[in-house]
């Protein structure tokens, strides 16, 4: 006898990609499960279930040309130029 009904399809259990365990300390081999993670089925990244939550994970997105870097100028720099005495003044 199946408890799975007619309109419900029983799914296959996956098989973690990786397990998570916690850290055992002093020095111990091994640690208690703590998870498992999953290759994402969209994009690079990993779903992961820890303590019974599901999180996502994903490398960071590339910057692109319609948001190029600005180069950081030293403050310390605007300070110089503020505090050097004009040409004019004698």
């Not at 605007?78 to 004698?90: D, M, T």
Request: net charge positive; no cysteine.
């Amino acid at each position: 006898m199946t408890t799975t009904t007619e309109n419900q399809t029983a799914k296959p259990k996956q098989v973690p990609d990786f397990y998570i365990f916690e850290n055992a300390g002093n020095g111990e081999k091994g640690g208690k499960p703590a998870g498992a993670a999953f290759v994402h089925k969209k994009g690079k990244g990993f779903t992961l279930l820890i303590g019974g939550k599901r999180y996502a994970a994903f490398p960071p997105k590339a910057k692109t040309a319609a948001q190029p870097e600005l180069p950081q100028q030293p403050a310390i720099n605007g300070l110089r130029k503020q505090l050097a005495p004009s040409p004019n003044s004698s």
